[in-house]
């Protein structure tokens, strides 16, 4: 059931500042259409380059996503570069009331948008002050979540401003780890890492066995592949097939199912490896052949 | 808002409790509250109501009452019928099925595999379809199951059932059918089929909630799921339903009666919404297969748009309620694994909407999204970054 706050209808309902604006100083462009929500705004700047003379928006993706997209053009009109780069998406969520607490995503894609904006904002203009988006983040551009291509920094970015502590929290707000779940543990990792705990127990976790003679760590692999792997991919329609094991590099075929996304194959050649590591051995690469 | 205003087409999710059926329930609700199972005369009537409703079910089935065994749900009667074929089928260790079951039969799978079942799953074309020369070859000596749907929930496909059920059985394998969206839609006769099991549920024809059956073909081999009392002779414990079981016997009655309008009235008003639409919106996709196809569901894909934002926009215009496979309406993040499964491209999976009719709609029923909904598609495709000429 939906339950959103009379706000949030109304910006759903009645959009303010749709539509391009044909000479805009700075586009930002965020999300994709295999995902399920994407964005794009449009920044018209004053004259000299201070303020925001227009904003402009497009939005695929749900209601929340519409009136977070909407919202934020509303913020942002008249505002300096200076005073709309410390709007956060906790403002956005602010603006309209409230979100869902699942739906937090939409409000991050507006944050995100503004932040792309505003770097080809400085692309375009050098002559202008702009104040991009510091890229404190370790590891900003490495992708962790490839279901919804989330990187590093923009998971770090989402804990950092809205205090989160658990996946679940990280996946209302970015999506990630909403797909195959594989970069669960990753995203725990980053949390464990930025709350300054210890990173988790090497206990936990099954260790893999060792000394395995060759002939061992071939039975070993086709069993995890038959009785892990395969099952697992099967029930979301895809599989995989093992074509030949040399060494520590294990080649297989692949077949995915996942809405046709480039990434997903991407995604599938990592769980796999990563189930082989846990199961048989840390060194394994998993090669994908055609 | 009143439920008058409603403009209700969401019927595969569920329906509302047919008035007579409500009627029937009524004493067993309020003064005839005795067990069935006892000895005293006070529990005449709540245990000849489990009689003559088994006799209504069995008899919309095409089956014999000592066939139907009442369960809570079509949930419970799907993992009953699976698990007792791995129970009784000792020496066979495999389960086949299909990519497009619903999630009683999916999870329930998943969870035998990790238990060391084999499960193989059938795939889909894009119309939804599967090839029995495929099923042909994963049916094997090792199979105690099949279980493929009747019709599917999301896309309104009809599977051959019956032709899956000799194939089963040539392999020694038993088959079972999830026919919780067939059952009151389409006429069934099991009599003329090999179909061991059969799952439905009530509140999908009209039933309350809470109320399902299985059906056991007589001399196939049976193992208890719910183990207790010696109720439904064994078959599953648990005092009677009384209540929910007499209103499903009156739902079966009713939908007995009224079978051919579901082939007739009903289709012609989902026949009418597909022309209106793929008339009236631009870039319009009709999933599953138009030759097999329930004649109440309509699932139909309006690309560049996403679906929580068709539904709520139309709600909001004419209290229409329909359904979408988009995931921001299944609770996950990802769109339903039946759109998926058909392969749909990334440009039309986010935005289908399925219509799914009764015998209480109406055309107004169908006026009223032709005149809201085309408009909606075309302000949220404005609002779109995707598909511009
Ligand atoms: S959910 Fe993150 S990689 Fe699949």
């Known amino acids: 059931m939906w339950n959103y706050t009379d706000k949030v209808m109304d910006y759903f309902l009645h959009p303010r500042n749709v539509g391009e604006i044909a000479d805009a100083d700075g586009v930002g462009e965020v999300g994709n259409i295999v995902c399920g929500d994407a964005m794009k705004l449009y920044v018209k700047m004053s004259p000299d380059g201070r303020t925001i003379a227009d904003v402009k928006f497009q939005t695929f993706g749900c209601a929340s996503a519409i009136a977070s997209a909407s919202a934020l053009t509303e913020m942002l009109k008249g505002k300096t570069l200076e005073e709309a780069r410390r709007l956060t998406n906790q403002d956005i969520a602010d603006y309209l009331g409230e979100l869902p607490e699942e739906k937090m995503h939409c409000s991050v894609m507006g944050s995100e948008a503004f932040d792309a904006a505003l770097k080809d904002l400085k692309a375009k203009h050098p002559e202008w002050e702009v104040p991009v988006p510091e890229e404190v983040e370790e590891g900003a551009e490495r992708i962790v979540c490839h279901c919804f291509s989330v990187t590093e920094g923009e998971i770090r970015k989402v804990i950092r401003e809205n205090h989160l502590t658990t996946v679940e929290q990280v996946t209302h707000f970015t999506k990630a780890g909403g797909g195959c779940g594989g970069c669960r543990d990753d995203i725990q990792a980053i949390l464990d890492d930025m709350n300054g705990q210890q990173a988790r127990a090497e206990e936990t976790t099954a260790p893999a066995p060792s000394n395995l003679t060759n002939l061992q760590r071939i039975a070993l692999i086709q069993s995890v592949m038959d009785t892990v792997i395969r099952p697992g991919l099967k029930a979301d329609g895809g599989d995989v097939e093992l074509i030949d094991i040399d060494g520590n590099d294990v080649k297989v075929r692949l077949k995915g199912k996942c809405a046709g996304c480039g990434a997903a194959l991407q995604t599938l050649k990592h769980w796999v490896e990563a189930k082989l590591r846990e199961k048989v051995s840390g060194g394994i690469n998993v090669i994908e052949v055609k | ?389």
Do not use: W
Not at chain 2, 13 to 24: D, I, M
């Open chain 2, 1 to 389: 808002m009143t439920a008058q205003d409603i403009v209700y087409v969401d019927n595969n999710a569920t329906t509302r409790v047919a008035p007579e059926v409500f009627e029937a329930m009524v004493p067993f609700l309020t003064t005839e509250y005795a067990n069935p199972s006892s000895p005293h005369p006070f529990a005449a009537a709540p245990a000849s109501a489990v009689v003559s409703a088994r006799e209504s079910v069995a008899a919309l089935l095409g089956a014999s009452a000592d066939e139907i065994v009442f369960t809570s749900c079509g949930s419970e009667s799907d993992n009953t019928a699976i698990r007792s074929a791995l129970e009784t089928q000792r020496g066979r260790n495999k389960v086949v099925t299909t990519v497009v079951e619903h999630p009683a039969v999916l999870t329930l799978c998943r969870f035998l595999e990790k238990h060391g079942v084999r499960v193989e799953y059938l795939p889909v074309d894009s119309r939804g379809r599967i090839s029995l020369s495929q099923a042909r070859e994963v049916i094997d000596e090792d199979t105690a199951i099949v279980s493929v749907m009747y019709a599917n929930n999301e896309i309104g496909n009809l599977y051959p059932v019956n032709e899956l059920a000799e194939i089963a059985h040539e392999r020694g394998a038993l088959f079972h059918t999830d026919a919780v969206q067939a059952v009151g839609k389409v006429p069934i006769d099991l009599s003329k089929t090999q179909i061991d099991f059969l799952s439905l549920s009530g509140h999908k024809l009209h039933a309350p909630k809470g109320i399902g059956a299985l059906y056991v073909r007589r001399f196939t081999p049976y193992s208890t799921f719910l183990l207790g009392g010696h109720q439904e002779r064994g078959r599953r414990a648990g005092t009677e339903a009384v209540a929910n079981i007499a209103g499903l016997g009156k739902a079966c009655e009713l939908a007995l009666s009224h079978i051919g309008e579901e082939q007739t009235r009903v289709r012609a008003m989902r026949d009418r919404l597909e022309r209106g639409l793929v008339a009236s919106c631009p870039d319009p996709l009709v999933n599953g297969d138009p030759e097999h196809r329930l004649p109440n569901t309509l699932n139909i894909c309006f690309r560049y748009i996403e679906g929580e934002s068709i539904l709520l926009r139309m709600y909001q215009a004419a209290h229409i309620c329909a359904s979408s496979g988009s995931a921001c309406t299944s609770g996950s993040l990802e769109p339903s694994h039946v759109l998926r499964a058909i392969g749909l491209d990334y440009r039309s999976l986010h935005g289908s909407v399925r219509f799914s009719f009764s015998r209480y709609n109406q055309e107004s029923d169908v006026d009223a999204i032709l005149e809201t909904l085309p408009g909606i598609v075309r302000e949220l495709r404005a609002l779109s970054p995707f598909g511009r000429d």
